[in-house]
């Protein structure tokens, strides 16, 4: 009955691969985003959509593609991986509402790029 | 733009202290704010959060937190630390009527001693 579930937890890759990362959320939120958390521990927000349509993309490589087939996914997909891209990536759903926005988080996955 | 700021990184109590975790927000309208906690390997989970009803905010785990529009503050306290309060806090702020995402300060370790 997991709200907020990802996967994979873990994602060790090398370098110039593309890997997707999935998240889905059964809450019956309209929103969802996926946020990266470096290694510092600095968590930002990346994209967001909101019934499959994207509302915030803040300035992410265009390596970056979100997709969302239904407002319950939003999945992550990385194309040409590079060291910098590891991190910890978090999805999250919220249902805003006049900006309260109270956020729902997976449980995050590690990617490693070696 | 609203912005967060906790000041340090890390903190350390001894069990059964008070436990007393800095936030200052900036934001050009009322604010939402929002306390996370996140434990090793884990996701981010909600506190407590701030809404423009009651000033004084209670959560989880006997935490609470008071909202100063005076001193732009919204502090994170818990009357006496266990050894289970051991963890990563986030202080976050979205804003009324502005875009649906959070803005996260940069986290606050709060270590517990025996």
């Known amino acids: 009955d997991t709200a907020v579930s990802q996967t994979p937890k873990y994602l060790v890759t090398q370098m110039g691969n593309d890997k997707s990362i999935k998240c889905e959320q059964n809450?019956?939120?309209?929103?969802m985003y996926w946020y990266k958390q470096d290694s510092k521990k600095f968590l930002k927000i990346m994209f967001s959509?909101?019934?499959?349509?994207?509302?915030i993309n803040e300035t992410v490589p265009n390596r970056f593609s979100p997709k969302s087939p239904d407002k319950a996914h939003l999945n992550l997909h990385i194309n040409s991986l590079e060291l910098g891209d590891s991190a910890v990536y978090f999805c999250?759903?919220?249902?805003?509402?006049?900006?309260?926005?109270?956020?729902?988080f997976g449980q995050g996955t590690r990617l490693t790029v070696v | 733009a609203q912005s967060v700021t906790q000041l340090g990184s890390h903190v350390s109590v001894s069990e059964g202290a008070l436990v007393l975790l800095r936030c200052n927000y900036s934001?050009?309208?009322?604010?939402?704010l929002f306390w996370y906690v996140q434990y090793p390997n884990q996701g981010l989970q909600l506190l407590l959060k701030?809404?423009?009803?009651?000033?004084l905010v209670k959560g989880i785990n006997g935490f609470e937190a008071e909202f100063k529009k005076s001193e732009t503050s919204f502090h994170l306290t818990k009357p006496s630390a266990h050894m289970s309060d051991a963890a990563e806090y986030f202080c976050?702020?979205?804003?009324?009527?502005?875009?649906?995402?959070?803005?996260f300060g940069k986290g606050m370790k709060l270590t517990v001693n025996p």
């Open positions: 959509y909101n019934n499959k349509e994207l509302i």
């Open positions: 999250a759903s919220s249902h805003p509402r006049d900006g309260n926005t109270e956020a729902f």
């Open positions: 809450l019956g939120h309209d929103t």
């Open positions: 701030y809404t423009s009803a009651a000033t």
């Open positions: 976050a702020v979205s804003e009324l009527g502005g875009s649906e995402k959070l803005v």
């Open positions: 934001s050009s309208v009322p604010p939402y």
